[in-house]
């Protein structure tokens, strides 16, 4: 009976690992607590780690289940948690996550698609309006309105940036290789059929593509080279998908461009000695950094997580 029960207990009681380096705000924390407490489950949290791997591995040794963010998980991290069936980023890109060591050992892996995407959107404007106002330095800078948006890749946040777009009254483009040209014109925007076609047309680029195999470097010199005079490209994407060395060559021999990131790049200190009221970045990725977007992202991992546990749904799984 012993063992019975203490192996009922131990199914019944799964234990969810909060593991956010850069924390959530408290009320959505509040949420996924009541989420997993709801479902007779223990919510353990492990935050702020910085490096210390040690520490990730120590509390993970008995967790069934994972929420990340951008954190990342590696095989030794998963080998150090046997228990582990599932990890949910919460949030778009899982390119944080090593798929294939999840697959060997068993695991699921699902993202939120969607839940942090409007404020990702609104950080890419807040930059871009920044940007055209020449870093806020009090010179004539430009407006938005009349000007072309190019949107690089038509996803959630890309969605969201047309939205907003519209109400700038920006002419909006984009080019997405995946989503079909009639759902972007059903939204009123220009489908272009090639990246090169994108940066040609587009007075800004706002960059939404996601960090794969693929895609890592693809954003490269004669990407960013046709881009018309006073181009600006905006990445709230991935720094992996821009080819940083030619971004600083383009823009030695562009002195009209400008670069505005959330994702600080490899070579930060070159980029701000070089370029001067045209280069700026974030101090930590924040576009998802808003108490709504951690809530609705949050609160849907740890739903996605009961639904894995108590129904076995695997909806949003990303690894096969
Ligand atoms: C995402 O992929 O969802 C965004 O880049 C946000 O990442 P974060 O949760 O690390 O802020």
Redesign the pocket.
């Known amino acids: 009976w012993y063992v019975l029960i203490s192996f009922t207990k131990s199914n019944i009681m799964k234990k969810v690992l909060l593991l956010t380096d ?1 924390p959530f705000a408290q009320v959505a924390i509040d949420g996924i607590q009541k989420v997993v407490t709801d479902a007779g489950y223990e919510l353990k949290l492990c935050e702020k780690y910085g490096t210390d791997m040690d520490r990730v591995k120590r509390v993970a040794a008995d967790v069934d289940a994972l929420i990340i ?2 954190d990342k998980v590696t095989p030794e991290i998963m080998d150090a948690a046997p228990n582990l069936k599932i990890i949910v980023r ?4 899982y390119d944080n996550v090593d798929l294939d060591a999840a697959t060997q050992r068993g695991i699921c892996v699902m993202n939120t698609p969607g839940q ?1 995407s409007n404020a ?1 959107a609104e950080l890419g404007f807040g930059m871009m309006v920044m940007a055209v106002r020449n870093m806020y330095n009090g010179t004539s800078g430009f407006e938005l309105k009349g000007k072309k948006l190019g949107i690089h890749a038509y996803g959630n946040v890309g969605r969201n940036v047309a939205r907003i777009a519209k109400g700038f009254g920006m002419e909006i483009y984009a080019f997405d290789a995946y989503c079909p040209k009639e759902a972007i014109e059903a939204d009123g925007v220009i489908p272009v059929d090639s990246a090169e076609a994108l940066y040609e047309t587009c007075n800004v680029v706002s960059i939404h593509i996601p960090a794969t195999p693929g895609t890592r470097m693809s954003i490269n010199y004669n990407l960013l080279n046709r881009m018309p005079k006073n181009g600006l490209i905006v990445n709230t994407a991935r720094k992996e998908v821009i080819n940083e060395i030619e971004l600083v060559k383009v823009m030695e021999d562009r002195p009209d461009l400008k670069y505005v990131t959330d994702i600080m790049p490899d070579d930060h200190a070159e980029l701000v000695e070089k370029f001067t009221g045209r280069y700026f970045t974030t101090p930590k ?1 924040m ?3 808003t108490a709504e977007a951690n809530i609705n992202a949050g609160i849907a991992a740890a739903n996605q997580i009961v639904g894995f546990f108590k129904d076995g749904c695997e909806k949003f799984r990303v690894n096969k």
């Open positions: 850069k963010r951008s919460a949030g778009a890109g942090n990702v990725k576009g998802a950094q």
